[in-house]
C-alpha cells in the first residue's frame, strides 16, 4: 500500500512546454468557467474554482488530480448546490487519468465517473419523469464514457509511438554494435595475419642468420647465400604486412566482399612457402593426396596459414636437423592437413609465448568450420592435424 501511494505521489516527468501549457489551459479555465460559476452561486463558484485549479497537475498528478476534483464534486453533491460551469474540470480531470495515469487507476476513474452520473442524475433530476431521467443518464454516462474513451485511445497511440520510437533506437544500437563487432573482427583477422607474417619470415632470417654467422667464416659463399635469403624474406614479408596495413586504412570498405580477389596467399602458394623455408636448411617433404579442388578463398588461406605457423613453430623449436613433413589430403567433404617433425619441439621448456600462433591457428579453423588437434607425437616430435570442411559456415567467407 505504501509503495502504491509513492507511485502515485511521486511526479511524472512532464516536459517544460507542456507544464506551461497546462498552466495555461487550467487558469483560462479557472477565470472564464470559474467567474461565470462564482456569478451563479458564490459557494458553488468556489466549489467550481476547486474543481479548475488542480488541472495545473493534470499530467505530473492525474491520479491526485483526479480524485481531489471528485472529492470536490461528492461535497457539491452533499451540498446540495446546483451544477456549475466548473464541473468541466471533472471531464478534464477524467481525461488526464485516462491518458497520463496508472491504467488500474484510469478503469477506477471510469467506475467513478459513472458512479458520478448516478448520482448526479438522483439528485439533480430527481423530480422529472422517468423518460428524461433515462435520457439524462444516458447523455451523461456517454459523455463521461467518451471523454474516458478519448483518453484510452490518446494514452494507446501514445505508447504505441513509444514501442515504434524505442524498437528503432533499439535496432540503431544494435546496428551500431555489429558495425563495431564487425570491425573489431576484421581486425583481429588482419592481426592474426601480420602475426602470421612476422613470425614465419622472422624465424627464416634468425635461422639464416645464425647459417650465415657459422659459415662466414668457413664458407663465405654460404654467408652471402643466407643473407640474399634473409633480404628475399625480409623484403616479402614487409610487402606483405604492408598489404595487411592497406586493409586498416580502407573505411570506406571496412568489410571485404568474399567475391573480391584478396592479397592474400592460398593452398597454391605452399610450394613456394615451403621452397623458402628449404632454403633456411629445413627439410621438408611435402605431399598432396587425394583429387586437388578449388578452395573458397578463406578456406584456402586457412590452410596456407596453418601450414606456415606450424612450419614456423619447427624452425623456432625442433632444433638442428629436424625433418619435416606437410601432408595435404583432399578428401570427399573435407581438406586435412598434416604437419610433423621429428625434433625436439615437444621437450623444450615452454616460453614466455603465450601460444597465440597456436590459437590463432584453432580460431582460423573454428571459422571454417574445422578443427585443429596440435601436440607432441608418439616416438618423439611435434604434430598438428586440421581437418576443414569444404562447405564453410553461413558467414564464414568475410
Known sequence: MTGTLNGILTPRRVAQHSKLFDLLLA??????????SLAQDQFAGLLGVAMLVPLIWRRTHPELVFFGVSAVAV??????ANLQAGNIGLLVALYAISVYGE???SRIALGVGGLGVLMATARYYSNSDWRQQITMMVALGALVFGVWAFGERRRTRGLYVAQLEERAAQLERDRDREAKLAVSNERTRIAREIHDVVAHGLSIMIVQADGGLYAADASPEQAKKALATIGDTGRASL?????MLGLLKQDAQPELDPNQPRPQPGVSSLPELIDNVRDAGLSVDYQVTGTPRD???LLGLTAYRIVQEGLTNTLKHAGPGARTSVHLDFGREMLTVVVTDDGRGAGVAPSSDPGHGLVGMRQRASISGG???AGPKAGGGYEVIAKLPYNLPAGGDQ
Open 27 to 36: 487558469g483560462g479555465l479557472t477565470l472564464f468557467f470559474g467567474l461565470l
Open 75 to 80: 461535497l457539491q453533491w452533499l451540498s446540495g
Open 103 to 105: 491504467v488500474r487507476y
Open 239 to 243: 610487402t606483405e604486412m604492408r598489404k
Open 295 to 297: 578452395l573458397p578463398a
Open 371 to 373: 578443427t585443429v588437434n
